[in-house]
């Protein structure tokens, strides 16, 4: 049996950090209009051909002429190129379009929008809808369209990428975040002596906040963004959750890969650029419960579970009722508390009278403990099943007889340091830290740095931000060498799906694989 | 010409056959009214109009057929379908007697692939141009689905040998170089004729057609010193916009994807010269090596790759700034370079070190270099492979791309292209002689030492198909899609010519979900084309079409004059050919007059299959496509007979 020893953070959801470059007011309000078909007006679509009208965001500019503006494009799709360079370019007899016509003006590039014809007065493909909108939308949309596909990139400059990082200045993480700085660092230099890539060297850009200070970490995910320039953000930790940043962040697009956090599965569509290493919560209680349906075999079928009435301990219980039903087994009791404040010994018996067989725990590791202890002083031993995650640490430091029956889900697989996949990992820790000792910050820190490679190199060199979320939302199977392989798509933005079980070693303070890394069933 | 009317006639004929077959269960679909059509949440909309114009469509006229996908509920359009599609004479305007019709019926015919049974006009055919060093191009029909069989479309005749190729984006018309003629040949793709000769002067090699389709870059390889450079043609008109010496040597070409700058290299000269396009103007000549062999733009990387015959060097230049960013070091016999449609990964044959070097153009370094032996010469690319033919070897090398970039170089696969080496032929053409086919995973390639070009489909051991070029040695190959295009989101078009008037039954396809309707169409009598019908009709003394295979069979026909509707008697030189589908072994049949306007001649079915009989009096300018045909069924034990491909 393999072993290791783990640690995890204290779990934070993370969603999107943003900023909108640096386009002019007028240009970014026209590239709503572009890419939402939404103005500060009423915005409606007249489907020529079919008689059709509908309401303009069911039909934006980009979703034919695509984000950056030039035509042909996947499945042999060929809707114009409409970059301001080609809609203004001489052209004697027939263009690419079909049609012969001069170059555009602002009042005939109006005029196609509005009335679907271009400057030689031919009528554009019928395809093309005739849009109604105000003057002012109109304007802001001339606007953006003659910056379109060439707009500055954030963090991109002709020699440098920059990526941002969020980092906890003190508190319980801060050295965790500085080896994970000193990793980041490391690659990132190596990368950058191999060439770095399409000529540019990448940057780290560390953001450190101060953990107690509510406000902290908000102000320095804004700096970051706004003042730091940065292209992404890479392997935050520790922002705590409730910082009123997040919610700053979740607005704006920028793209957030590996947050160094247990995450929620958000509402589809709600989060598109946080790329996640490791399954959500939700996920790995359905490994969790999957796994006490294979142990039992329907024998042990009385679950209770025990939630925080967090987002988090809610999120778990959920995804553990699910899949109890699915496998149809009796959720005897359900018990949510306010996160460090479970009443154990009232739990203990509620639990007992319901004659519950096995527990499910989504909430703080102290909870955790103070249920043991009473359980313990009972003399009832139940398998009690929680996320590594939420429980690791503090279960793992009070490991006795207490925690022999405990089963703790990870969504980390553990690494095989004899594999071949993972020597450049093991290479690269040996340049900066002790030869062998790592925790699954570095192991997720890691990942998330070849993953941004991988998708900076498949973004070429006129990276922007949309390219780089559609790189990384088109990877498929990808081994980082530390990581199961990482698979996101439209609507997963979690790379690798799954979670082992875990036992406790307690006479060597480790951790036992109890079942291997799999995804829910 | 006399082959291309049959050709045409054989699908005709095919067709006809099937109309004329009886229908045996449900009666025939009523047509349907309108060109809309809804069903599982998808509609469908026909459109066919002239090209160019309005109004009605006409016989022998061009016409956009194109068919609108869209959701019914949200009129979303729905992108990146490959629908198919067939037009089929339902009704010739001429007809005299009216078959049965059943448009579904026929369709899952066409879609069963059988020999002989073809649409008269399938939407989704497409045909492969070999390049030959007989002063020629052949048009080859593939007609994929038919191993070891094919048949040449049509011939093209060239003033000399041509040298290098371009088409437009529209596979309409295609450029050819002609160094010896000192011109550009255009080859209108529709009618596949030389319509136009550009002289350009010089030594005209290497031809590219900017992305815009707006320039045609002819290398002038020309020995002056003044004169070696590029020839700029405007492709819509054909007028010379421009010539600009560059410097000496042949000259290889390439474009940045905007079409901003042209590069040219200068061979002798150890230079790429920088050419700015909207000027036409040449604004820098930039040092790369001793001798540049190869250009290769990169679309990741926004730089262009000049590969060193000389030095083994790669160097890299920067896209906007054009200077040297970077140079990767190989080994000297650097050859052909091209780059991943992505632009990430650049190959580069070796011929000297008989390897294929790959680059990264990520960090511009050499990520692998593959072993292929036998002097590689060529390379071409599809979506998963990386295609090198040899000069010493009639294997073609395969390097799969999605084992490119991994710690492993990836494993070169091989299959043969013939029996003999490409170098045993002299004189390889600029041109490649590997071309993707147009259906997914396949590729076309050209032996020039055995004329043959064969078909091959990724995954397969050996080639599926080998098309015989007819005595001509190809050295280069295109193809020319007469498929159905996605010309926007959801809508899928094409161009077709409308050989005859009468009602079409316009057949659609759908694969997923399975769709499948007809449409129809109606095109007009062309009174522009001269209404001199034959001078002649025909009827065929045959009461039933359905004839033992082996044996003899006495055919009687009787000729009319047209105008007069009486006997032609006395026809001296009446001529019946008979050929099985799909067109092999014609066979002509001697003819005896047997009573006033009756022909009689006996045609031999050895095999079962479909077979038509064709008649012609050349003293009277009656060709064998003017006259309607016969088409018989040669069965055995009174089955219908099938086709070999038939499953």
Known sequence: ?521 | VLHRALTFAVRFAALTLLLASPVVGQPPEPAPSANRWVREDIAVEFSARPVGGQGELREGNFAEVEFRITDAATGRPLRSLAPGAWMDIGQPVAAREKAPLDCRQKMSLYLSGRIGIRPMLDLNSYFVLTLNRESSISVVDPYVGMPGKTYVFAHIPLSRPGADWAKTADHKRLFVTIPRSREVAVVDTEGFKVSTRVPVGGTPMRIVLQGDGRYLWVGDDSAETGRSGVVVIEAGTLEIAGRIPTGRGHHEIALSPDDRWAFVSNRDEGTVSVIDVARLAKIKDVKTGPQPIALAYSRSNQALYVADGKSGEIAVLDGRRHEVAARIAAKPGLGPMRFTEDGRWGFVVNSEENAVHIVDSANNRMAHTVRVGGRPYSLALTRAFAYVRSLDSAQVSMIPLSEVGREQPPAVKEFAAGTERPGAASGIAVAGPIVPAVVEAAVMVANPADGNVYFYMEGMMAPMATFRNWGHRPSALEVVNRSLKEIEPGVYQTTVRLPLAGKYDVGFVLNSPRLLHCFVADVALNPALARRGPPLEIEYLVSDRRVSVGGDVTLAFKLTDAATQRPRTGLGDVRVVYYMAPGRERIAAPVREVADGVYETTVTLREAGAYYVYVAVPSVEVQFADLPFLSLIAETGGQPVRGRAAN
Request: proline residues 7%; glycine residues 10%; contains cysteine.
């Open chain 1, 1 to 521: 049996m393999r072993r290791a020893l783990l640690v995890f953070p204290v779990l934070v959801l993370i969603p999107a950090l943003a900023a909108a470059g640096n386009l002019s007011e007028a240009e970014r309000r026209g590239q709503r209009i572009y890419l939402e078909g939404q103005g500060r007006g009423s915005i409606t679509a007249r489907l020529v051909g079919p008689g059709l009208t509908a309401p303009g965001s069911a039909f934006p500019c980009a979703s034919c002429h695509l984000d950056e503006g030039p035509g042909v494009r996947e499945g042999g799709v060929r809707a114009a190129d409409i970059t301001h360079a080609t809609l203004t370019k001489e052209f004697p007899g027939v263009r690419p379009s079909g049609r012969a016509h001069g170059p555009y003006t602002d009042e005939t590039l109006k005029r196609a929008v509005t009335a679907g014809r271009d400057p030689g007065g031919n009528l554009l493909h019928e395809a093309h809808p005739h849009y109604v909108m105000n003057a002012e939308d109109l304007e802001d949309l001339v606007a953006y369209l003659k910056v379109l596909g060439q707009e500055p990139v954030p963090g991109v400059s002709d020699t440098e990428i920059r990526v941002g990082i969020l980092l906890p200045d003190g508190g319980p993480l801060e050295a965790a975040a500085t080896a994970v700085r000193d990793l980041l660092q490391v690659y990132f230099e190596e990368l950058n002596d191999q060439g770095g890539v399409y000529r540019r060297k990448l940057r780290l850009v560390p953001a450190r906040f101060d953990p107690l200070r509510p406000a902290s970490a908000a102000a320095a995910a804004r700096d970051l963004i706004d003042g730091q320039d940065v292209l992404c953000l890479l392997a935050n930790l520790g922002v705590p959750p409730e910082d009123e940043g997040l919610a700053l962040l979740a607005a704006a697009n920028v793209p957030v890969i590996a947050p160094l956090q247990i995450a929620v599965r958000p509402p589809d569509g709600a989060d598109d650029h946080t790329f996640h290493i490791y399954a959500t919560v939700d996920d790995q209680a359905r490994v969790m419960v999957d796994f006490v349906a294979a142990a039992t075999e329907g024998s042990l079928a009385r679950v209770a579970i025990l939630h925080a009435t967090d987002r988090i301990g809610t999120a778990g219980a959920a995804g553990a009722r699910q899949q109890a039903d699915k496998h149809g087994l009796m959720v005897v009791v359900e018990v949510p508390f306010a996160a460090g404040r479970l009443p154990a010994a009232e739990s203990v018996r509620l639990l007992r009278e319901a004659r519950t067989d096995t527990v499910l725990f989504f909430g703080p590791g102290t909870d955790a403990v103070a249920f043991l202890h009473e359980a313990e002083r009972e003399q009832w031993r139940p398998p009690f099943l929680a996320p590594a995650p939420m429980v690791g640490a503090t279960v793992l430091s009070t490991a006795s007889e207490l925690t022999r029956t405990v089963f703790l889900s990870s969504p980390v697989a553990i690494l095989d340091v004899q594999s071949r996949d993972a020597a450049p990992f093991l290479a690269l820790l040996a340049k900066f830290g002790t030869p062998g000792e790592y925790s699954s910050f570095h192991v997720a820190a890691y990942a998330g740095a070849k993953l941004l490679e991988e998708a900076l190199r498949r973004s070429g060199r006129e990276v922007t931000r949309h390219r780089l979320v559609q790189a990384l939302g088109s990877l498929w199977a990808f081994p980082t060498g530390v990581t199961p392989l990482l698979t996101y798509g439209r609507s997963r933005r979690v790379g690798a799906l799954g979670a082992q079980i875990l036992t406790i070693d307690v006479e060597r303070q480790g951790l036992i694989v109890a079942a291997p890394w799999r995804e829910p069933q």
